[in-house]
């Protein structure tokens, strides 16, 4: 079974400063490793993800993310933090062997950045 | 906008209620989903639709009924519904299921169900 975690509810970070949101997982096979972000009454909107190649991953508005096979993790990160990044942030996974549509989601980290 | 449109926003609806919510989406996609929003819980996959047929059920209580027209709508059908079932419902879509390098999903605003 596949699983992800999101062990912090809520991450606060004063503007300028890098942050930091992490997500660790579990897959039986390769992972495929995702991050949304969903600001207030909108829904999720894609940022990134991992399928393979390099660890260190791109994605919109700054953000990047580092793939860590032997500690399984997807740890977000941006390096410097601005007041519009406050929203919800989603780390999902699916195994690379399953069926596209088992993408599982953790439950959530809460970015506040305070200026 | 994501081109995923949900319609209501809002719902409020007895028990005895029968409502359904829509989802349209204007990308050409061949997948569509829907997904129930708790706060704090993990986001729970409920249904998945691939090229029309439904190709995953989460183990979801019959009172929830998907149905998939075509590939550009999606509906999810309440009826007797319970207190517990209050969330949000996203509804997305993505473009071929089957191709990795291209896995995206795009998530409509979702609408905020509230059974009293």
């Known amino acids: 079974a596949q699983s992800v975690a999101q062990p912090e509810d809520q991450v606060n970070v004063a503007e300028g400063n890098p942050l930091t949101v992490k997500c660790t997982y579990s897959v039986s096979g390769n992972p495929y490793l995702f991050w949304y972000v969903q600001y207030p009454n909108r829904g999720l909107q894609f940022l990134l993800k991992?399928?393979?190649?390099?660890?260190l991953v791109k994605g919109s508005y700054g953000f990047e993310a580092e793939f860590n096979k032997s500690q399984t993790s997807f740890h977000l990160k941006k390096p410097s933090a601005l007041v519009s990044d406050s929203a919800l942030y989603f780390c999902a996974v699916r195994d690379g062997g399953s069926s596209a549509s088992k993408i599982i989601f953790g439950s959530g980290t809460r970015l506040s950045i305070r200026p | 906008e994501t081109g995923v449109t949900q319609t209501p926003r809002h719902l409020v609806m007895g028990m005895t209620n029968k409502k359904s919510l829509k989802c349209e989406q204007h990308l050409g996609h061949n997948a569509m989903y829907w997904y129930k929003q708790s706060a704090k819980k993990p986001l729970e996959l409920m249904f998945v639709y691939s090229l029309e047929e439904r190709v995953e059920n989460n183990s979801v209580p019959s009172r929830f009924s998907p149905e998939c027209p075509n590939s550009s709508h999606l509906f999810l059908h309440l009826h007797t519904l319970q207190p517990e079932d209050s969330a949000l419902y996203l509804c997305?879509?993505?473009?071929?299921?089957?191709?990795?390098?291209?896995?995206?999903?795009?998530f409509g605003s979702g609408t905020q169900l509230s059974v009293l």
């Open positions: 991992y399928i393979t190649g390099d660890n």
């Open positions: 997305a879509s993505s473009q071929d299921p089957r191709d990795a390098t291209n896995e995206k999903l795009f």
